[in-house]
């Protein structure tokens, strides 16, 4: 009998746990300190850009979703990626999100998207890889932002 309610202790508290378990929390002190809610500012327009650990808990990887400058609510994301820890700075490898290139002739094409910013100084850049679909030229893009942080993760 008493096994029995050890056990169904044991159950118990184990259920009370996961119920109670919050957001996951960085590893690192690295990830831990760029986990937050920031703006994303280029030049021609804003977006809100939203920091958390990675889903593994890696180690120096935050999972980064995007949301348009009016979504404050947080309901509409337009593409999340995970970004990784390099020598100082962040990095999205090359990634698909809404981002079109659009041609004279008015065709649109998708192309995949990097991002690297500085850490400490929160600028960087968003680039892209055009082969030529428009023009027959290849060429390489890169659109300077600033990220401000405004706030802590959803959730925290």
């Known amino acids: 009998m008493e096994i029995r309610r050890i056990v169904t202790a044991a159950i118990a ?3 009370s746990a ?20 920031y703006k994303l500012d280029y030049s021609w327009g804003s977006f809100i850009w939203t920091a958390v650990p990675c889903d593994d808990d890696a180690p120096q ?22 970004a990784y820890w390099s020598v100082g700075s962040w990095v999205i490898p090359p990634v698909d999100t809404p981002f079109t290139l659009k041609c004279k002739d008015g065709v649109s094409h998708s192309l995949p998207v990097s991002y690297s910013w500085d850490a400490a100084a929160n600028t960087g850049f968003k680039a892209f890889f055009d082969p030529g679909i ?23």
């Open 61 to 82: 990887c935050l999972h980064i979703t995007q949301y348009g400058a009016k979504d404050t609510h947080l309901k509409n994301p337009s593409w999340s990626a995970n």
């Open 13 to 15: 508290l184990s259920i």
């Open 18 to 37: 996961i119920g109670l378990a919050g957001p996951a929390h960085a590893t690192d002190d690295i990830t831990e300190a760029a986990v937050g809610t």
């Open 134 to 156: 428009c023009d027959g030229k290849a060429a390489s893009h890169a659109n300077p932002f600033t990220l401000t942080k405004v706030g802590p993760a959803p959730g925290s």
